[in-house]
């Protein structure tokens, strides 16, 4: 089994920060791509950002030079560094990690349960 546990959501006005942390536990063989993404109400699910397990980055364009994704193989563990948040920046936060759980098994998605991010202008 595993789990994606995410936090560090919040309320917080514009131009602030916020840090989101994404921790993975259980059975876990290797971990591959780890990643963001967002929901706005009445969006699609979108991609924020994401890293490899090299630390190759990608991020969307609405978020370039303002977000930072990071992660540390030995604790399972991906960051979102949010600064000078937008109001459009609101939407739920969701982790998003492809896991092989053994050696015999294919790598798959996994999904956090995701973390409010409410920007206030």
């Known amino acids: 089994q595993v789990q994606l546990v995410e936090s560090g959501g919040g309320l917080v006005q514009a131009g602030g920060s916020l840090r989101l942390s994404c921790a993975a536990s259980?059975?876990?063989?290797?971990?591959?791509?780890m990643g963001w993404y967002r929901q706005a109400p009445g969006k699609q699910r979108e991609l924020v950002a994401a890293?490899?397990?090299?630390?190759?980055?990608n991020y969307a364009d609405s978020v370039k030079g303002r977000f930072t994704i990071s992660r540390d193989n030995a604790k399972n563990t991906v960051y979102l560094q949010m600064n000078s948040l937008k109001p459009e920046d609101t939407a739920v936060y969701y982790c998003?990690?492809?896991?092989?759980?053994?050696?015999?098994?294919?790598?798959?998605?996994?999904w956090g349960q995701g973390t409010q991010v409410t920007v206030s202008s």
């Open positions: 998003n990690a492809d896991i092989r759980v053994s050696i015999v098994v294919h790598t798959r998605g996994y």
């Open positions: 259980g059975r876990i063989f290797r971990i591959n791509d």
């Open positions: 890293v490899t397990s090299g630390g190759s980055t």
